[in-house]
């Protein structure tokens, strides 16, 4: 019996309703007391719920979009940059090669892109850039078999399961440290680096297991998917690889695929704080191209090493100046619908931190979790985060606005801060894998044309899993440290 088309609502009716709800919301606390807590990047001390005008609520799409320039452009080159690929049919071919390389072993690859993603995301908080994967993996899952939702998963539980294990990642563990260190507390590296160890290669087999069982279900029968219909008809549109081509794998083919993964290669290690972790061989290489040397990139250097690499594609299939321009913007506007949702969804965050509503539910939960025991601390401490992570699902912008509060009650109490940091990122870990108001998850479902209601419901089981063993494993380090 074929499965129903269902109806759901799109990911930019799920954002305008979030940030209405949001609207009347911060109406109803307007003008409820809180303690005094710092603003991040400015000396302003904020105490009292701001509730929005309708001028603010209009104004948020625009201001969600100045908020996430950096990475829109990004997202756009990105496109433009694929565009040129895919132009050059290297990328499909390559992965026709490998998935016929792979015969009968196509989990592993799973298995391996799973455990590279969470690398990423446990050392340098890999998020943003996990947008620029979506698309090449789902066509290689969809050729080997699985569905769109395997790749999804691969990609945001790999990634995320690093991140909420952060072990060395600057924009978790790093941001918490120096949030304690400006509250005159210096935890010990030396107990969060072997416990985000312990989250992160828990939190990894859990979500290899999620997916890898899934993904053997899908191969063995594709009625077993949790695609709808529509989604099922947009997956084989988007990432079936059309076998009425001519596939041959050529020499200029192989040659585009090498510049391509180098690409991708500089991308990663540019993100990863190479001076922070004593390593001077990379410094100054790069800055004669970018005007910063290699680990202090950010999106705008990244954006523009993936624009010069695309003309050098470009140039090596011999397009004419035409072509390359025509399928620059070409694969841009394929994806501006991801970059309209990652503003809308950034929109949305704005808002919520600009009420103040995150900062009076941290004081009132601050003040309740007073005179707990360690484990019924480590539980409303990590439900806390689960919330606050919906609020504002930046790690860094959240350690800023709770680790002095949250981290200063812990040590206030006796408890340990340093296991406050693991709450923090096991906490924002968690909720970060399915919160509407993260442009990455919604963003990166967009691509790979997945309903957010699909994901739920593939994710739901794996992430309350995740949080069980993450309280077992927060609350007995509580009790022993």
């Not at 061989?281 to 695309?310: C, H, P, Q, R």
């Not at 860094?396 to 009650?409: D, Q, T």
């Amino acid at each position: 019996m074929g499965k129903k088309e269902k109806k759901s609502l799109s990911a930019f009716s799920i954002l305008f309703i979030i940030m209405f709800i949001v609207f009347i919301v911060s109406k109803l606390l307007n003008g409820i007391e809180f303690d005094p807590v710092m603003t991040k990047g400015s000396d302003e001390m904020i105490s009292v719920v701001n509730g929005s005008s309708l001028a603010t609520l209009v104004m948020i799409p625009f201001n969600g979009f100045v908020d996430a320039i950096d990475i829109s452009i990004f997202v756009l080159v990105l496109g433009g940059f694929l565009g040129i690929v895919q132009a050059t049919g290297a990328l499909e071919a390559g992965i026709n090669a490998l998935v016929k390389k792979r015969k009968g072993r196509e989990i592993s690859l799973i298995v391996i892109l799973m455990i590279l993603f969470s690398i990423g995301g446990t050392t340098y908080g890999m998020a943003e850039e996990t947008v620029a994967f979506y698309g090449v993996v789902t066509m290689a899952m969809v050729a080997a078999g699985f569905d769109s939702l395997v790749a999804v998963g691969t990609i945001c539980l790999g990634a995320g399961a690093g991140v909420l294990g952060s072990t060395i990642n600057p924009f978790a563990v790093g941001a918490a440290v120096a949030a304690l260190k400006g509250q005159g507390l210096n935890p010990n590296q030396g107990i969060i680096l072997p416990l985000g160890a312990i989250l992160w290669l828990l939190t990894i087999v859990i979500c290899i297991i999620t997916v890898v069982k899934y993904a053997k279900k899908v191969q063995a029968d594709k009625g077993s998917t949790l695609l709808s219909l529509q989604e099922q008809e947009d997956m084989r549109k988007e990432f079936a690889i059309d076998s009425s081509k001519s596939l041959e794998f050529t020499a200029k083919h192989k040659r585009i695929l090498v510049l391509f993964a180098i690409t991708f290669i500089v991308m990663i290690g540019s993100l990863i704080p190479w001076k922070d972790l004593g390593v001077d061989v990379f410094n100054g290489w790069s800055s004669f191209l970018t005007g910063a040397d290699y680990g202090d990139w950010y999106f705008g250097e990244i954006s523009m090493w993936f624009f010069i690499m695309g003309i050098i594609i470009a140039i090596t299939d011999r397009m004419s100046e035409k072509e390359t321009i025509d399928n620059f913007i070409a694969g841009s506007a394929d994806i501006l619908s991801v970059v309209l949702i990652i503003v809308v969804s950034r929109g949305v965050s704005v808002l919520m931190q600009s009420t103040h509503i995150d900062a009076l539910i941290l004081d009132r939960a601050s003040k309740v979790l007073t005179g707990l025991n360690p484990i019924i601390f480590v539980i409303g401490s990590y439900l806390l985060y689960l919330f606050l992570s919906f609020l504002i699902p930046s790690t860094s912008g959240l350690a800023f606005v709770s680790i002095p509060v949250m981290g200063g009650l812990a040590h206030a109490l006796g408890f340990s801060p340093e296991v406050m940091i693991m709450i923090f990122c096991a906490g924002c870990g968690v909720i970060n894998l399915v919160t509407p108001t993260s442009g990455v998850v919604m963003g990166g479902l967009q691509i790979s044309k997945v309903d957010y209601t699909t994901w739920v419901k593939f994710v739901t089981k794996p992430m309350l899993i995740i949080a069980i063993s993450n309280i077992i494993v927060l609350s007995l380090a509580m009790i022993i440290l």
